[in-house]
DNA sequence: TTAGGGTTAG
């Protein structure tokens, strides 16, 4: 090209900024458009200008679509660079998918570009969400060995890490260090705490810090708003929660999706429908693009109204908007099915969420047992157990509940036995119920060996997914931290290392 | 570019 370097840098950042304005709009095509005329034209794109494009396809499509661009962009001889995969990672991180996350930071370090803390936070995150804190925690540590210093969205990240794997305690104390050190506290370390603390039944520990929040300088904002009215649901101050959301409406503050569907979910639960489909009506003329829990909510307001014909176009409709059936939408469907009495259909269903190989299916299988169980078909239930990969409180207590209901106390006692034994434990009311069926039947050694079984100590189960290998180890070059270099991390470690990994 | 809030079962 017989321009010179210096004549064509101002239009390639002009180009860049006019391609960023388009993505940040939503107007991919008219970005990949403005790029096509700017290379006819003879304008060189640079790696900022397939940055920009790359995230924004991560975002819309996906990460095929970021790694085809990663694809033009070499084709044109631009070197991707630490944004580059930052963006793919972020991408991968996104749709859950832990190894592609891991295989790009690997690929990173071999192309000998050295990652900086928006490499790791994305990559930590979603080991914590996809159930494995044991490598989100060797990523900290080697982001701490290599001497990259943790940003404010690090340390949230492990917060909200720390609380899904259940160390709520863990995390408290980190917070409460974070703040002695001086290290940054911000609205999202708020909300995090707030919210961790509030799902962890930590509640007082959550008022404390809502109530520290409101004596900062840090303004609570609509995330803050609904998990305190999430909390007002989950442990009965309902009209509190209700009350919360009415006086958000009322200000306008509710400008997207999330609080509807807190506040529907949880006056359908009441059974208040009707107050429900209000809200509903309300979310959907607000104008907000619905996504997958959107749906979901209103997929399980319609089963729970009995028109499961509604719910199922409601799920065609995500289908057809592109969206997918996740775990909840099945075990949605699964539990209106079994209340319907549609037992067949409801197996059908769980039989198409194996096919799809979903990772987590507990909730629709206890959906399942539980139905099978009330309508007595507890030898049904027993084979089922037997088919389930992973079990928990709800299986056994749905099951010995079944079993003690047909007066079948001893196979109830193996069971409940069973149970304690695999670290599982089942609701007061289903041991009561044994214990009194047994004694009333005479079952003297059944009696003693339920009261003398030692509960295992019980496992963290990670949002009920299965526990996998550790993803992080040899395949990869993350190493465990030995002599972390900052301060400030050192003591974030050391929150971490004192969890017990299981 | 990156993080935090909302959906299911006993």
């Known amino acids: 090209m017989a321009r010179g370097r210096g004549r064509w840098l101002l239009p390639t950042r002009l180009l860049n900024v006019c391609l960023a304005a388009l993505c940040r709009g939503g107007s991919l095509a008219a970005a990949e458009s403005v790029l096509v005329d700017a290379i006819r034209l003879g304008l060189p794109p640079d790696v900022v200008t397939y940055n920009t494009l790359l995230a924004a396809h991560c975002r819309a499509a996906g990460l095929e679509a970021g790694l085809a661009v990663m694809g033009r962009m070499r084709e044109a001889g631009v070197e991707p660079d630490a944004v ?8 991968a991180a996104r749709r859950g998918l832990p190894i592609h996350a891991l295989d790009l930071f690997d690929e990173m370090l071999r192309a000998g570009i050295a990652p900086d803390s928006w490499s790791y936070n994305p990559l930590m995150h979603c080991l914590f969400r996809s159930g494995h804190p044991e490598d989100a925690y060797r990523v900290f540590a080697d982001m701490a060995e290599k001497g990259i210093a943790p940003c404010d969205t690090t340390y949230n990240t492990l917060l909200d890490g720390m609380f899904r794997a259940g160390y709520a305690m863990n995390a408290y104390r980190m917070f409460r260090y974070l703040q002695r050190a001086g290290l940054p506290v911000s609205i999202v370390t708020y909300n995090t705490m ?5 799902s962890s039944g930590k509640v007082g520990y959550a008022r404390m810090v809502l109530r520290e929040l409101g004596r900062t300088d840090h303004a609570p904002n609509i995330i803050t708003y609904t998990a305190v009215m999430k909390c007002c649901f989950k442990y009965g101050r309902f009209e509190q929660g209700l009350d919360t959301f009415l006086s958000l409406l009322d200000r306008g503050y509710i400008s997207d999706v999330y609080p509807y569907c807190t506040v529907i979910s949880a006056l359908v639960k009441k059974g208040r429908l009707g107050e429900a489909n209000n809200y509903c009506d309300l979310m959907l003329q607000n104008g907000s693009r619905l996504d997958s829990v959107c749906y979901n909510t209103l997929i399980h307001m319609r089963c729970q109204e009995g028109k499961l014909d509604d719910a199922f176009e409601l799920v065609s409709m995500m289908e057809d908007g592109g ?4 775990e909840y939408t099945f075990a949605i469907l699964v539990n209106g099915l079994c209340k319907m009495g549609h037992i067949e259909a409801a197996e059908k269903q769980l039989f198409y969420m194996e096919i799809k190989g979903m990772q987590s299916n507990v909730v629709a299988y206890n959906c399942l047992v539980d139905a099978l169980c009330k309508f007595q078909e507890v030898d049904a239930a027993i084979r089922l157990l037997q088919c389930m990969k992973l079990k928990d409180d709800f299986t056994y207590t749905s099951l010995v509940h079944g079993l003690c209901r047909v007066g079948r106390y001893h196979m109830a006692s193996k069971f409940l036995r069973i149970c304690l034994r695999e670290g599982n434990n089942v609701l007061a009311s289903a041991k009561r119920a044994v214990i009194a069926g ?35 180890g040899e395949r990869y070059r993350l190493s465990m931290c030995t002599k ?7 003591l974030a470690l050391d929150f971490v290392g004192k969890i017990d990994w299981v």
């Open 438 to 472: 047994l004694r009333s039947s005479g079952f003297k050694n059944d009696l003693r060996k339920v009261r003398s079984v030692k509960p295992k100590r019980n496992k963290i189960k990670h949002h009920g997914k299965l526990q996998t290998s550790p993803l992080v």
């Open 194 to 198: 707030i919210n961790g603390l509030c």
């Open 484 to 490: 972390p270099p900052l301060t400030g991390v050192c």
């Open 84 to 91: 580059t995969y930052n963006s793919l990672i972020a991408g």
């Open 323 to 326: 969206l997918e059936s996740d």
